[in-house]
């Protein structure tokens, strides 16, 4: 998966709760993203970086945190969790040089918020 | 507001039997379209990007071309290995790299 590891690969957790994915890159790319895929809704954008400590809003933004202050890592972070988080949770990265762009998925992180 | 459908839903084939894949999309300005594909349990993994109307990309059995409304993915002869779902995506000309308006998907089946 275009060495981008994510972690946990599963979690269940409890309403309230707080919880933190993690995305760790090893391509060195600018840019790095965070969807989630929930059934007939498609990949929604959560946030995403472009730079350490550069980071801006995606589509469905509300309730979510994230950090970038490494390169190679970047965090997600749902401060209290609700069941409507429940997801699978992907990162993405991509260059940033703007030619031939693609985004790199990773395997995903299957979050059950009970 | 960017929209991407795709359709249909679901799509079950016999073993070389072709079909075509819909992506119909509306944007403000088209920087990109992407089609990805996606197997279970993994994350989608990138197949082509088309750039403008008239546009064609090949990989295999797939072909995707291009319209000002509408993306196609040709599948040719398939095999039970290009049992997957693909999805389609967006991207218009204001918005960053990365920023994708995702379709659902569709969910193909090809059987022996």
């Known amino acids: 998966d275009a060495g981008i590891t994510q972690s946990p690969r599963h979690k269940v957790t409890e309403t309230g709760t707080p919880v933190t994915l993690r995305c760790h890159q090893t391509e060195n790319h600018r840019y790095m993203y965070w969807y989630r895929q929930d059934p007939g809704h498609g990949l929604r954008l959560i946030h995403y970086s472009y730079g350490v400590k550069d980071t801006d809003k995606g589509e469905v933004s509300d309730g979510y945190s994230v950090s970038r202050s490494k390169t190679e890592d970047f965090l997600l972070t749902l401060e209290s969790a609700t069941s409507s988080q429940t997801s699978v949770y992907f990162c993405?990265?991509?260059?940033?040089?703007?030619?031939?762009?693609?985004?790199?998925f990773g395997s995903g992180t299957q979050l059950s918020v009970l | 507001e960017d929209q991407v459908t795709q359709s249909p839903e679901a799509l079950r084939l016999q073993e070389g039997e072709s079909s075509s894949l819909n992506c119909s999309y509306t944007v403000s300005g088209l920087r990109g379209l992407f089609w990805y594909r996606q197997d279970p349990g993994k994350g989608p993994e990138f197949l082509f990007t088309?750039?403008?109307a008239g546009e064609e990309k090949e990989k295999e059995r797939l072909k995707a071309t291009l319209t000002k409304k509408e993306s196609f993915l040709h599948i040719t002869a398939p095999k039970p290995e290009d049992s997957a779902t693909y999805l389609c995506a967006v991207q218009a000309s204001g918005d960053s790299w990365g920023k994708l308006q995702f379709g659902a998907g569709t969910q193909v089946v090809v059987t022996p």
């Open positions: 088309l750039y403008s």
């Open positions: 993405a990265i991509s260059e940033g040089t703007g030619v031939n762009e693609k985004l790199f």
